[in-house]
C-alpha cells in the first residue's frame, strides 16, 4: 500500500495496517534499510484535516484565541448586549457572561456570525472560527473557542449555568472593571493593549496560579559551520584522551542542526506564550532566520557566561550548562530546552512550577546504572553516576532514576548554591572542552534531585515521548503523534548516527516537523540574513505580566 493511500485510510485502518508492517514487515528488511523503509512507508504529511477552516499563514493558537473572544465581544457591544469576561477551566479558551433576559437577542447576534457554534448546554455556547496553515495540515478549531454563559439574576445576584476557577455567582449590581488580557490566565497574545470588562472578584490572582516571571534557555551549535569545525579539530588535537573515550563523547551527529530549534521556538511560540524572554545561548553562532532585533529574545555568547571560568571553545554540553546561571538578565525561574526537546500542546506554567516557586520534575522510567562508572559508559551514564555519587555524600541518598528529556524547569539561586557547594566538580565540568567521563549534569539530573533534597522542588506529571531518530520505529511513533496531538512534549534525539543515517534523519524531520508545527513563531524573521553577525541585545527589566495587567 503506497503512503499517499494511506494518508487517505481512516486512522483507526492505518493504524491496525501501520502496526502488522512494524510486527511482520520491518524486522524482515535488513537493519540498515529499516529506517529507510519505515520512512517511505509512513505518511508524514497529512492531508487536509478541514475545507471550512480558514487557511493563513501567519496563526498562532493564542492569536486564535483571542480574535475568537473579540469577534463575539465586538458583535455583542455592536447589538447593544451587556456582558462581562469571566474564567474557564480550559487553558485555551475563553468565556464571557451574559445576563439570561439579553439571551433572545445575543442568540439571534450568535446565529448570524458564520462561526462554528457547539451548544455546549441550553445556558452555554461556544463560537469559534476554525484557522489552518495553506497546507491544511494543522486546524486551529472550537479548543480555542469563545464560551458564552447566560448568568440568572437570583436574589440580587447573578448565577452562573455552571463552575469556573474563580466564582459562579456575583452581586448583580455590582460596578465592573476594564482589565487586561493576562488577568484571566497564561495562554495569551504578547502585546494586546485591548482591556475587558469584568467583576473585581475576577481580578484576584488564585493561590494556585503561577505569578512570577519565567523564561527559556537554549544551547544552539550550528555543526556544518567551517570555523566552528576548524575549532573543534584542533580542540581535539590539544585533547588525545577524547580518542580513547566512548564514540558519543565527540560524534558530529551530536552537533548537527536539522532546523530543530525553529521548530521547538515555534512550539514554545504555540504553546507556552507565557514565556517572558527567550536566552539562545551559542558559540557566537546565529541562525540566519532567527530574529535577534526582538526585545523578548537574547543571543548570548559563550564568553558571556564563562567569563574567566573554564575553558574555550568548548564542545562540552554539560560544560555549558554548567554556566547557564550567569546569563545576564536571566529570571530566577527558567526552562532549560535541548533544540531537540518540543512542546506538543498547549502547557500551563503550573506544569513545570508550583505557585510558591518551586520546580518540577519529571524522573523517566530508565535507571541510573548501580554499577561503578567505567570508561565504557555513555558520558549520559557517567554523568548520571557522578551525580549519584555527589547526593549519596551530600544527603546520605541513593539517587536511581534518570530524568526525562523534557524541558527543565530551573532555578538561578538552586543553581548557584549548586556550584558553591560543589565548587570543584563544577569547575572540573566547566573546563573540560568535550563531555569528559567527570563531568557532572548540572541541569538534567543534579538540580532536581538537589532541589527536592532540599525543599525547592516537587514531583509533578507530563505526558511525553523520546525517541531516537535512528531507531526505525520512530516514524511510526511520529505518525501517531502527528493525528493524536496527544503529548505535552517530546524530544527526538539522536544519540550516535552513521553517515548513511544521517540522511534518512534529516528526510524524517523535515516531513515531520513542518506539519506538526506549520506557523511561523514570533521569532523567525521573513526573510533569511544574509549574515550571521551574532547581535547580542540586553534584556529590558519587567513586571511580572500579572503586576503588569492590572
Request: contains cysteine; aromatic residues 8%; proline residues 8%.
Amino acid at each position: 500500500m503506497s503512503p499517499r493511500i494511506l494518508q487517505l485510510t481512516p486512522w483507526p485502518v492505518r493504524r491496525r495496517l501501520l502496526g502488522q508492517v512494524q510486527r511482520r514487515l520491518l524486522p524482515l528488511v535488513p537493519e540498515s534499510r529499516r529506517l529507510r523503509t519505515a520512512r517511505q512507508i509512513v505518511p508524514l504529511s497529512p492531508a487536509s484535516r478541514s475545507t471550512r477552516a480558514a487557511r493563513r499563514l501567519d496563526a498562532h493558537p493564542a492569536g486564535v484565541r483571542r480574535e475568537n473572544c473579540d469577534r463575539v465581544l465586538d458583535a455583542l457591544t455592536s447589538a447593544g448586549i451587556e456582558w462581562f469576561r469571566i474564567p474557564v477551566a480550559a487553558l485555551t479558551r475563553t468565556g464571557v457572561a451574559v445576563a439570561e433576559t439579553d439571551r433572545h437577542r445575543a442568540v439571534g447576534v450568535l446565529k448570524s456570525l458564520g462561526a462554528h457554534l457547539q451548544v455546549l448546554a441550553p445556558r452555554v455556547w461556544r463560537l469559534s472560527w476554525p484557522v489552518t496553515d495553506p497546507e491544511g495540515r494543522l486546524t486551529l478549531g472550537s479548543e480555542y473557542g469563545c464560551e458564552i454563559e447566560f448568568w440568572r439574576a437570583e436574589g440580587g445576584n447573578l448565577v452562573g449555568p455552571r463552575g469556573n476557577p474563580v466564582a459562579d455567582v456575583v452581586p448583580a449590581g455590582e460596578p465592573g472593571i476594564a482589565v487586561a488580557e493576562p488577568v484571566f490566565g497564561p495562554f495569551r497574545t504578547a502585546g494586546n493593549t485591548r482591556r475587558y470588562r469584568t467583576r473585581e472578584v475576577f481580578t484576584m490572582v488564585s493561590p494556585d496560579r503561577v505569578a512570577f516571571p519565567i523564561d527559556a534557555v537554549y544551547t544552539w551549535v550550528d555543526g556544518d559551520d567551517p570555523a566552528w569545525r576548524a575549532r573543534k579539530a584542533r580542540a581535539l588535537r590539544e585533547n588525545g584522551w577524547v580518542a580513547g573515550s566512548n564514540e558519543q563523547t565527540a560524534n558530529d551527529s551530536r552537533f548537527l542542526s536539522r532546523d530543530e530549534l525553529r521548530f521547538s521556538l515555534r512550539s514554545l511560540h504555540a504553546y507556552a506564550p507565557w514565556i517572558r524572554h527567550v536566552f539562545v545561548v551559542t558559540d557566537d553562532q546565529v541562525p540566519a532566520w532567527l530574529d535577534t532585533s526582538r526585545d523578548d529574545l537574547t543571543v548570548v555568547s559563550h564568553r558571556e557566561i564563562f567569563g574567566g571560568t573554564g575553558r574555550l571553545p568548548t564542545f562540552n554540553s554539560q560544560a555549558i550548562e554548567s554556566r547557564l546561571h550567569r546569563i545576564p538578565g536571566l529570571s530566577e525561574h527558567f526552562l532549560y530546552l535541548n533544540d531537540d526537546v518540543f512542546l506538543g500542546r498547549p502547557v500551563a506554567p503550573e506544569m513545570f512550577f508550583t505557585p510558591g516557586g518551586l520546580t518540577r520534575f519529571f524522573p523517566s522510567g530508565a535507571l541510573v546504572g548501580s554499577a561503578p562508572r567505567t570508561p565504557c559508559d555513555t558520558p549520559a551514564d557517567s554523568a548520571g553516576k557522578n551525580n549519584r555519587d555527589l547526593i549519596q555524600s551530600a544527603f546520605g541518598r541513593v539517587l536511581t532514576r534518570k530524568m526525562k528529556h523534557t524541558p527543565h524547569p530551573s532555578r538561578r539561586s538552586v543553581l548557584a548554591e549548586i556550584e558553591e557547594r560543589f565548587a570543584d566538580r563544577v569547575a572540573a565540568t566547566a573546563g573540560h572542552q568535550f563531555r569528559h567521563p567527570e563531568d557532572i549534569a548540572l541541569l538534567s539530573s543534579l538540580q532536581q534531585y538537589y532541589a527536592y533534597l532540599t525543599g525547592r522542588a516537587a514531583p509533578g506529571q507530563i505526558q511525553y515521548l523520546y525517541t531516537d531518530l535512528a531507531d526505525p520505529q520512530t516514524p511510526f511513533r511520529l505518525a501517531r503523534l502527528l493525528h493524536d496531538r496527544h503529548l505535552d512534549a517530546f524530544c527526538l534525539n539522536d544519540t550516535y548516527s552513521s553517515p548513511e543515517a544521517i540522511a534518512e534523519q534529516a528526510a524524517l524531520l523535515a516531513e515531520f516537523l513542518p506539519a506538526y508545527l506549520p506557523f511561523p513563531s514570533r521569532w523567525e524573521l521573513a526573510q533569511p540574513r544574509t549574515t550571521t553577525r551574532p547581535v547580542v541585545a540586553r534584556q529590558k527589566t519587567r513586571a511580572p505580566q500579572w503586576e503588569a495587567a492590572r
